[in-house]
T-cell receptor
Framework: GAGVSQSPSNKVTEKGKDVELRCDPISGHTALYWYRQSLGQGLEFLIY????????KSGLPSDRFSAERTGGSVSTLTIQRTQQEDSAVYLC???????????FGDGTRLSIL | QKEVEQNSGPLSVPEGAIASLNCTYSDRGSQSFFWYRQYSGKSPELIMFIYSNGDKEDGRFTAQLNKASQYVSLLIRDSQPSDSATYLC????????????FGKGTLLTVNP
């Protein structure tokens, strides 16, 4: 497809389990971003990749969160030992480069029981 | 003070009217601004971006930026029921050039 692809679209898991979220950016986009959207919290920045490097991880809420990007393309966001406050929609976006418009995927709705 | 503030609404306009959505920002370092439309349960969709002071028009949409007043707006002309959605304003700092800071969004309802 031409857009940003995220999987799974929905994930329900038990508290304490690890989850892995995947993002496949628009072909050719070198920059990739993860955001989180919680009810009442709005969209918050998590991490930015330029190529395979993550110059800014400042938005990751805790050390339970990590992300990587390989081959300058697909990225995975991993949450270890999930907590109920991790429940949110996790959105991935990509752009041609920094300071360019960011295009979002459909998101992964994560629910922690 | 939030970095990007929007009136949460809801804003209700009749079909065919002009909808005016407003956004203010606190960081004078913000250089670029983006308007996203988000339908309920869907992801944000980019509709306009503006980098320079003044107006930028695209079809029924006009984005306005006033850096002196730290104010950004989006006008939707000839509003349609399909425009009913939450509109998110986002700013990007000139230094970082990548991190979008979003407002909480304004819910727009266009009544047939």
């Amino acid at each position: 497809g031409a857009g940003v692809s995220q999987s799974p679209s929905n994930k329900v898991t038990e508290k304490g389990k690890d989850v892995e979220l995947r993002c496949d950016p628009i072909s050719g986009h070198t920059a990739l971003y993860w955001y989180r959207q919680s009810l009442g919290q709005g969209l918050e920045f998590l991490i930015y990749f330029q190529g395979n490097s993550a110059p800014d991880k400042s938005g990751l809420p805790s050390d339970r969160f990590s992300a990587e990007r390989t081959g300058g393309s697909v990225s995975t966001l991993t949450i270890q030992r999930t907590q109920q406050e991790d429940s949110a929609v996790y959105l991935c976006a990509s752009s041609w480069g920094h300071n360019q418009p960011q295009h979002f995927g459909d998101g992964t709705r994560l629910s922690i029981l | 003070q939030k970095e990007v503030e929007q009136n949460s609404g809801p804003l209700s306009v009749p079909e065919g009217a002009i909808a005016s959505l407003n956004c203010t920002y606190s960081d004078r370092g913000s250089q670029s601004f983006f308007w996203y439309r988000q339908y309920s349960g869907k992801s944000p969709e980019l509709i306009m971006f503006i980098y320079s002071n003044g107006d930028k028009e695209d079809g029924r949409f006009t984005a306005q930026l006033n850096k002196a007043s730290q104010y950004v707006s989006l006008l939707i002309r000839d509003s349609q029921p399909s425009d009913s959605a939450t509109y998110l304003c986002a700013g990007m700092k000139g230094g970082s050039n990548y991190k979008l800071t979003f407002g909480k969004g304004t819910l727009l309802t266009v009544n047939p």
